[in-house]
């Protein structure tokens, strides 16, 4: 029995025991900075929630300064529908999600389970550091273009990017609308399916979810190896992975291999493409959504004279360099001078890459990649090699670009310091990834 399904059977006795021992946990490493609120008085399984997401009466500061005493007035829809969960406190992330480190948070940087001195992925580091160290049970991130997967490899946990309209996006801070998604995170596939399970579904005030038929995918877990295809990118083993990750994922490829699962191989030659395009779309989009973040309606406010000058003065102390850099970069391509440059040329780049990908997913159930393309690095360090710097959101990008799901799974170790494999699959079809998942699982 995995753990999370052995934590919804648990008796009363046995489970108040369970949380406290959680409680004792989040005292113990408060230096690793996974919680920005913790709330008491927990008595069912418990789950986290990555402080992007809007709980109703708690405090929602996106991780930034600039609305520190926000206290969020309604609930997202997806906790709305958490049923039989204790909310245990709201994690910390990368500002606004402008990151993939969780080392750009304006309440410390978030470290590493597995070596404090190193980075936990980002931006919902908080959510991956809370699961590894048995802070919660359950975690709720979000994923735009590797939120949720880059710290669910780096901290050792599982992971899942739905589908975009899948889960309601309705109470959620969003960093790039197009490509934002809300998804579990937990200690296996089988919690990572049970809280997907709960968090489907149209929502009336998102209309870009879907109206699909409810499937209770905890309880569709199990296949026969032999019906599923796996479709391996060459790119796996390209300069630009490290070559212990690129073996790791290697191996686990032949595990599944030798359970029955068929292999077939595909290149991406475009697959390049996907970092720029991805960053100049994005910071269109964010750039956007950070207007309303001016001291006015909430948030501290700095004096002033005009209305100018107070909204200069706020944003200029309370947004950090990141958030700051990449609205001035949204700002930029999205000119009327610059537009047809960069943001189109960007948007047509990514109906390119989204052909390609789809054309790829065609040949099997599943497409297989690292997670995260390098181990995770110190947290002070500068990364001053390009290749590296380019490759970090090289494989979790394929997802968003088709509006596709993605799992990863721990699937060995380096060391201390765990590696993620990613299961992609076609739109809608969380099934066939979380079914891998559970298989590898069990290959362990």
């Not at 700051?324 to 537009?339: A, C, D, N, P, S």
Request: aromatic fraction near 6%.
């Amino acid at each position: 029995m995995m753990q999370s399904e052995k934590v919804l059977k648990m008796e009363a006795k046995e489970l108040k025991e369970h949380i406290a021992r959680q409680y004792d946990s989040i005292e113990k490493h408060r230096k690793f900075n996974a919680f920005i609120t913790v709330n008491k008085g927990a008595d069912r399984p418990t789950i986290a929630i990555k402080d992007n997401i809007t709980v109703k009466g708690m405090r929602a500061t996106g991780s930034s300064k600039i609305i520190d005493n926000y206290i969020a007035p309604y609930s997202a829809t997806a906790v709305e529908r958490l049923k039989n969960l204790s909310i245990i406190g709201k994690t910390a992330l990368d500002a606004f999600g402008t990151g993939s480190t969780g080392s750009n948070s304006d309440y410390g940087p978030v470290r590493n389970p597995h070596d404090e001195k190193r980075v936990a992925g980002g931006s919902s580091a908080g959510n991956g550091v809370a699961l590894a160290l048995d802070m919660c049970d359950f975690a709720l991130g979000t994923d735009t273009y590797g939120s949720l997967r880059s710290p669910s490899s780096f901290c050792g946990v599982v992971g899942l990017r739905p589908s975009y309209g899948l889960v309601s996006r309705y109470g959620l801070m969003d960093l790039s609308m197009s490509l934002d998604t809300i998804g579990p995170m937990a200690h296996d596939v089988y919690g990572a399916a049970y809280i997907l399970s709960m968090i489907v579904g149209h929502d009336s005030r998102d209309c870009l979810t879907e109206k699909s038929k409810k499937i209770e995918y905890h309880k569709e877990l199990d296949i026969d190896a032999k019906r599923l295809t796996m479709i391996v990118l060459e790119e796996n083993d390209s300069d630009l992975v490290d070559r212990k990750v690129a073996k790791t994922v290697a191996s686990a490829v032949e595990r599944l291999e030798q359970a029955g699962v068929k292999k077939v191989t595909a290149k991406l030659p475009d697959l390049d493409k996907s970092i720029p395009m991805y960053y100049l779309s994005m910071a269109a989009e964010f750039a956007s959504a950070m207007q309303k973040f001016d001291g006015l309606r909430y948030g501290p406010r700095e004096e002033g004279y005009e209305l100018e000058e107070i909204v200069s003065k706020t944003r200029g102390r309370y947004l950090n360099a990141e958030i700051k850099r990449r609205i001035m970069l949204g700002t930029f391509v999205t000119m009327k001078e610059q537009q047809s440059k960069w943001y189109a040329a960007a948007i047509k780049a990514r109906a390119r890459l989204k052909q390609e990908i789809n054309k790829v997913m065609e040949r099997g159930d599943v497409l297989i990649t690292p997670t995260m393309p390098v181990l995770p690095w110190k947290i002070e360090e500068i990364m001053d090699d390009p290749l590296k710097n380019y490759a970090m959101d090289l494989f979790s990008g394929l997802a968003p670009i088709i509006g596709g799901p993605a799992l990863s799974v721990p699937c060995g170790n380096i060391g201390e310091l765990p590696i993620g494999l990613q299961i992609g699959a076609k739109r809608f079809d969380e099934l066939k990834c979380l079914q891998l998942g559970n298989l590898f699982e069990g290959l362990k």
